[in-house]
């Protein structure tokens, strides 16, 4: 395995693949790994030839009061990790690396899909998001690049722009990894207090529990409802509960697949997750 920190090494080191016309297949990651990242790559190995790993904590996507400053950079724990499972090249640029002065003014916005839930709450987040993704998928040109559904609207939002922009590329997204008591791994769950670790599984409990009332004929109003108010019984201060279709499309009712979205934060550490309801037609 590799380590490359600049784009002319990662190109060096990705041309003999090229030239061979391998499947070169790509995770993006801001580091701090766990087990869902190594899934995204395990995936990647079952599907391609060469697998690009980025570790690289993007600016752009913090807002002023987020944890940018704070974020964890474990690369060597991260480059342990990666070697286990079989990963090709790790691509840890700096900031100045991507973001060469002076200022970058290109932006990339992608409407419509980033209007709500993250969209609403984080301003800009997307707008970095799709600037880093873009910039990413340029410089590593893989076959396949490989997401965690956890970010649902994430993939959502970078599909679309692999559409719209003819990138030649497929984005693949995989399931969200949980622990055993049904959270969604997250490098933010490593703030969580241990009495907030126990806490935590409720999103997924309350998900699950949703999911059976939609199938019951309950209401999908009165199903969020529900949702919102078991969270803040446990003790979270929620965000949002919604739920779109899988494209993002606005609905008001449970005549088609949806997708539940949950938002919440357990002291000063924000958790998402979501679970998709399939529709079943009586």
């Given at each position: 395995m590799k380590t490359e920190t600049t784009?002319?090494?990662?190109?060096?080191?990705?041309?003999?693949?090229?030239?061979?016309?391998?499947?070169?297949?790509?995770v993006p990651t801001m580091?701090?790994?766990?087990?869902?990242?190594?899934?995204?790559?395990?995936?990647?190995?079952?599907?391609?030839?060469?697998?690009?790993?980025?570790?690289?904590?993007?600016?752009?996507?913090?807002?002023?009061?987020?944890?940018?400053?704070?974020?964890?950079?474990?690369?060597e724990q991260d480059s342990h990790l990666l070697a286990?499972?079989?990963c090709d090249i790790i691509f840890a640029?700096?900031?100045?690396?991507?973001?060469?002065?002076?200022?970058?003014?290109?932006?990339?916005?992608?409407?419509?899909?980033?209007d709500m839930l993250c969209g609403h709450s984080r301003p800009g987040h997307f707008d970095g998001v799709a600037l880093?993704?873009?910039?990413?998928?340029?410089?590593?040109?893989?076959?396949?690049?490989?997401?965690?559904?956890?970010?649902?609207?994430?993939?959502?939002?970078?599909?679309?722009?692999?559409?719209?922009?003819n990138m030649p590329l497929e984005i693949i997204a995989v399931p969200t990894t949980r622990s055993a008591d049904g959270l969604a791994l997250s490098s933010?769950?490593?703030?969580?207090?241990?009495?907030?670790?126990?806490?935590?599984?409720?999103?997924?409990?309350?998900?699950?529990?949703?999911?059976?009332?939609?199938?019951?004929?309950i209401a999908l109003a009165d199903v969020l409802e529900t949702l919102k108010h078991t969270l803040c019984h446990a003790g979270f201060e929620i965000d949002y509960?919604?739920?779109?279709?899988?494209?993002?499309?606005?609905?008001t009712q449970f005549d088609q697949d949806v997708v539940l979205f949950v938002a919440a934060k357990l002291g000063e550490t924000r958790l998402i997750d979501n679970l998709k309801v399939k529709f079943i037609a009586t």
């Open positions: 784009i002319h090494g990662l190109a060096a080191s990705l041309h003999p693949a090229r030239s061979a016309r391998k499947l070169i297949g790509f580091g701090n790994l766990h087990e869902g990242h190594l899934n995204l790559v395990r995936e990647a190995k079952n599907l391609c030839d060469i697998v690009v790993v980025s570790i690289f904590v993007n600016p752009t996507q913090f807002g002023p009061n987020e944890d940018f400053d704070n974020y964890p950079r474990t690369l286990d499972v079989g640029p700096t900031v100045e690396q991507l973001y060469p002065k002076p200022q970058v003014k290109t932006k990339v916005l992608v409407s419509g899909v980033t880093i993704v873009t910039k990413l998928l340029n410089i590593v040109q893989p076959s396949y690049a490989f997401f965690g559904q956890k970010d649902f609207q994430q993939v959502v939002v970078v599909k679309q722009l692999v559409h719209d922009l933010r769950n490593g703030y969580l207090t241990a009495e907030q670790r126990q806490i935590a599984p409720t999103i997924y409990q309350s998900l699950l529990a949703a999911e059976t009332q939609l199938h019951d004929g509960v919604s739920a779109y279709t899988p494209d993002l499309e606005h609905l």
